[in-house]
């Protein structure tokens, strides 16, 4: 251990239990429970996980893998290779892992990312043996600085038997100060959150845990993953302004003012196109209240649009990550990270008002929202935290692009193949069609909208057509149940949902 | 005017604005929004209402009808019936008014009930031209006291441009004392709510409002109508003593004592049947936060079970009414009126932990639930608290019946032909066969478990057939997109669930 390493360690007792990453992992054993640090690719612990893959290659066993949310550094890949894990939740977003998934060679509990906490806490979902989580520092108490993500940490550091912290010498020790830790508490049993702006400070700057229970301590140096985040485009440009637009109409009717609401935004490229547009616009003095911060809102920040951004991970491209934390003197009077229930919240969300903006895999002429299931079976990522965004925002905000696999795939559908979102929890619609407004509207209100308004011309005739026949059986949310997945089924057999005139119906 | 009614109100100038039902009703022009009190049956205006419908008859014009939940009184059967109606929102139980929807002659806006107060204050649904509420009193301030349900209002009266009261003379007087109207504030602008047990008083007794806003008051002398509960029969029992087994295990398990946990039960004769069950139980000293309380909270406080109630409404039996009513000291003390708003808020869902049980039209293998809509299109009733509630509660519990109409229709199906609670969202349902603990599982693992303890054994082999079809095809939630609705079809078509050996796939 170097004096740079020995520095982060302020407790005694605690330098004697450094251990390489393979003895850390010979300690966990088949059927145990693990909570990992990590959320979006960023603060994922990065040695441990990678000794217990090497370890699967000599001897077979079972985990299950509780996380923030998706890991990077591969390491969901390489379990999934393995086949070490029995049940991962809350979320992923690996594409090996997913193949796992599909084919039912593991378990996959796709949850709000809210209620994780509520099931841990409760018993329901415990108990973690290992808990195993990133660092900047282990304080004299015991305290643990966690990353560039708080995601769950905190949560199985305090519910686990064990704990395991990584040390990454690669983060900026500068994170230290920026974290909120806050522990409602049991439900029944606790009081209101005393949040009220999205800067208020509520919690801790660390997880205070018992020291006796931190078992080994881990060194790393590696950086995390960068985003994988798609530049802006030309479709998610145009994408972008029809929301601009739409929010410059709440400014005209009285409902908002140019320093709109606290902002989420969901992780994904038009999602932050959609932050990217208001770099140029009139808006000012914005604040964010979200999950994930992607390169957008440093780079709103930078253009002193955004005064302040909360968050539970921050997850950057590779150049925007060497800007960012190379330069974190700069930001950090203007972030909190705090754990995800706290980003998440119900009771925030709702307090505060957001503005929630998200990625629809399909909608349906609804509004019902599918974030999750390809053709209504194979699962993408997971559910995130579009839901607790969406149930309880100001304006629940969904965006896609209104065809997929070039033109073969219409986003906007008859019926979702799965639905996240009802119609209850939708209030706006964007494609580079346009936009919806589906607010206050009766579901038969709602359909001309988003035909005439949010579909690729190539599908609107089809899909008048479905609403046509579905019209002539009647019904508060009319359909033709039998041709309900019909576009779905032709994708399936042709390849692609643009049927023949005849097959569609069109008259 | 009588001196009896002179005393309900306070106010000298308001008893100038006396007026008969005919008069306020002159005021209506077509194309208003009307913000109706009323919650399940209880609290709703019961004179201008018919005032309005006789109106009709010389000249027709629409309105748009916002209210708490369904109306008593026949009063949407008379709306409907006059087609006075354009749109109508968040709930309604009405078979007539049903009818209507379904035949899309008017628009009905099925919204979470703790939404509704979020889109008329910040402007989006309003304006309200005039707020129609009972009352048992106006104070000399102005301040209205409502009578058996506050609903929205609280909401609409505050937000209106004219107010119309209905002091109701048959409702009892000492009403006065157990409302408890809070007023969240502007999103953005509002601080926690300070509300941390079922009893907290937090807000102020009646409705405050400018009095010259009061444009009239007219005097009513009848009875809210009686609920039209099914009292318990041999399967709400069945169902009622699984649920109760349940909570057992939760109570071993150390998850709950015998307290249990404020309880919310949605309207319904299962719903009731399961509070009912309590009443010859180990559980005591509970608590119930709900939206409206039927008979059987009022059976259980006077079994000395349930310590205190909170609601927004009370509904009750025509014998039961009396009990109450006329006995109503006993009970004022161990009671809370609140706004839906406060009752269905998701904040205080969240942090008070509540047990919730809502009915379930149908659910599928994968636990996703239908609450509102027969077949996918025909509107039921609404989706009523049972979103607020579910989402946010520690146990989110859906009961129903496995079969209905004779055993033809088979309420667990392969896919639900409408989503009003995803999987996401639900804990465990409950059917006369049995329970199903859906928590920490992954959507393969629900189904063996729905399968084997939920489904009626008529139904069981042909749901095994399609999970085993689907599954060939493999996915996180393996379906047979084709077949997925193929029960509902058939039922369509040959007037059962029941298919052929053949036709359902049975190897």
């Not at 977003?93 to 796709?110: C, L, Q, W, Y």
């Not at 801790?204 to 995390?224: C, H, N, S, Y």
């Not at 440009?237 to 709440?250: C, G, S, T, V």
């Not at 149940?481 to 089924?489: G, T, V, Y």
Request: charged share 25%; hydrophobic share 40%; glycine share 8%.
């Amino acid at each position: 251990m170097t004096n740079i390493q020995l520095d982060r360690i302020e407790n005694e007792a605690l330098r004697n239990r450094v251990v390489t990453p393979e003895e850390a992992a010979s300690w966990i054993g088949d059927g145990m429970t693990l909570g990992l640090s990590g959320f979006t690719r960023a603060g994922d612990v990065k040695a441990v996980p990678f000794a217990l893959v090497d370890r699967a290659k000599e001897n077979g066993f079972k985990v299950n893998v509780f996380t923030g949310a998706s890991l990077g550094s591969d390491v969901d890949t390489l379990f999934a290779e393995a086949g070490i894990v029995n049940k991962r939740l809350p979320f992923q977003a690996d594409p090996t892992m997913r193949k796992s998934i599909n084919a039912g060679d593991m378990f996959f509990v796709d949850q709000h990312l809210s209620h994780t906490a509520e099931l841990v806490r409760s018993g329901v979902m415990g108990p973690i043996d290992f808990a195993i989580v990133e660092a900047v520092a282990v304080k004299e108490d015991g305290t643990i600085i966690p990353t560039t993500s708080v995601g769950n940490s905190s949560l199985f550091a305090t519910h686990a038997k064990n704990i395991i912290v990584e040390i990454n010498m690669a983060q900026t020790p500068l994170l230290e100060g920026i974290h909120d830790i806050y522990e409602p508490g049991k439900q029944g049993a606790r009081g209101p959150i005393p949040l009220e702006k999205a800067d208020d400070r509520i919690g801790v700057p660390g997880i205070k845990v018992d020291p006796e229970l931190i078992r080994g301590i881990v060194f790393t140096e590696q950086a995390d993953s960068p985003s994988t985040i798609v530049q802006p485009d030309e479709e998610t440009k145009i994408m972008a302004d029809h929301l601009l637009d739409f929010l410059r109409k709440e400014i005209e009717l009285g409902r908002l003012d140019e320093t709109l609401a606290p902002l989420q935004s969901g992780i994904g490229s038009v999602a932050n196109a959609v932050l990217h547009g208001m770099i140029d616009s009139e808006f000012k003095n914005l604040e964010v209240y979200s999950e994930v911060l992607q390169d957008a809102v440093f780079d709103l920040i930078d253009a002193g649009k955004v005064d302040f951004a909360s968050c539970c991970s921050i997850t950057l491209s590779d150049e925007k990550m060497k800007q960012v934390f190379g330069n974190f003197e700069q930001y950090r009077d203007k972030l909190i990270m705090r754990p995800q229930e706290m980003s998440n919240h119900p009771e925030v969300i709702r307090r505060l008002g957001l503005i929630s903006i998200n990625t629809a895999l399909e909608f349906d002429i609804y509004g019902n929202v599918n974030s999750t299931h390809v053709s209504g079976t194979k699962m993408m990522n997971g559910i995130g935290g579009s839901g607790d965004f969406a149930r309880n925002a100001r304006l629940a905000i969904f965006v896609t692009k209104s065809v997929a696999k070039g033109g073969n795939i219409s986003s906007i559908v008859p019926f979702v193949s799965h639905t996240d979102h009802t119609e209850h929890d939708v209030d706006v619609v964007v494609t580079e069609q346009g936009y919806a407004d589906l607010r206050g509207l009766a579901p038969r209100e709602r359909v001309p909208l988003i035909i005439e308004n949010c579909v690729h011309p190539d599908y609107k005739k089809q899909l008048w057509a479905y609403y046509q026949e579905a019209l002539e059986r009647g019904g508060q949310t009319p359909h033709v149940l039998e041709k309900a997945f019909s576009w779905h089924q032709h994708l399936a057999e042709h390849g692609t949902m643009k049927m023949e005139k005849e097959a569609a119906g069109v008259k």
